[in-house]
């Protein structure tokens, strides 16, 4: 057990609809990262936020949103769904901005996979 | 962040040492080197990290010359179960822009019998 939660582990739903995947970050960690992982492909950097902040994006569809909330647990919603949005879904966390300047260690959590048929 | 090229995929057998090596020409000032190691369908897993020379741990060594434009992860006495997708990253948090901790393509390292 990393100590990030991802939930839920698995979903399965139909093209057009709207799903929200959850992620509680290791304890002590201000920062929230997610990635998207489709088959046989890298990972590819989708938001981060810090202590409730949006701080990075990456190649994130309009479709896709995030946010963190005051408690530290971060939500990435996906609508309007595509067949290629299947994809395990990462979360990571790390200790935050600041912090032993130019560590990057990322947590992650076991992922959570979307099927989108 | 500074951008790595490693190899696609890499082959060896049980008991053997693995090393993969990363480039990173452009490696700024503040960044460290940091590897994860990705089994299927799972998160990655991080393995080690570094600034400059040498850092071992139980899992790995992490060798980076003084240029610090590459860096290698040295597995020992590999096994089966270290069949992995190996990624190597480059960079540093920073507080201004935030961190995007892009990953490459990673390598595929196939340990057979």
């Known amino acids: 057990d990393s100590g990030v939660t991802q939930t839920p582990k698995h979903l399965i739903t139909a093209t057009g609809q709207r799903v929200t995947l959850r992620c509680s970050p290791r304890s002590g960690d201000l920062s929230v990262y997610w990635y998207q992982q489709s088959l046989d492909q890298g990972l590819q950097f989708l938001i981060q936020y810090y202590n409730g902040e949006e701080r990075a994006k990456g190649n994130i569809l309009e479709r896709f949103s995030a946010q963190q909330f005051p408690d530290l647990h971060s939500e990435l919603n996906l609508s309007s769904l595509e067949l290629g949005d299947s994809a395990l879904y990462f979360c990571?966390?790390?200790?935050?901005?600041?912090?032993?300047?130019?560590?990057?260690?990322?947590?992650f959590g076991a992922g959570s996979r979307l099927t989108v048929l | 962040l500074a951008k790595t090229t490693q190899p696609i995929s890499m082959d060896s057998y049980e008991g053997q040492e693995v090393n993969i090596t990363c480039s990173h020409n452009?490696?700024?000032?503040?960044?460290?080197i940091t590897w994860y190691q990705q089994f299927p369908s799972q998160g990655p897993r991080f393995i080690i990290q570094g600034y400059k020379t040498k850092v071992t741990n139980e899992v790995a060594s992490l060798f980076i010359p003084a240029d610090r434009k590459s860096s290698t992860l040295s597995l020992p006495r590999v096994s089966l179960s270290d069949t992995a997708v190996y990624y190597c990253?480059?960079?540093?948090?920073?507080?201004?822009?935030?961190?995007?901790?892009?990953f490459g393509g990673g390598t595929r390292v196939l340990v057979k019998p």
């Open positions: 452009n490696i700024a000032t503040n960044d460290y």
């Open positions: 990253l480059v960079g540093a948090i920073n507080e201004a822009a935030g961190n995007k901790l892009t």
């Open positions: 990571a966390s790390s200790v935050g901005l600041g912090v032993m300047s130019g560590a990057n260690v990322l947590t």
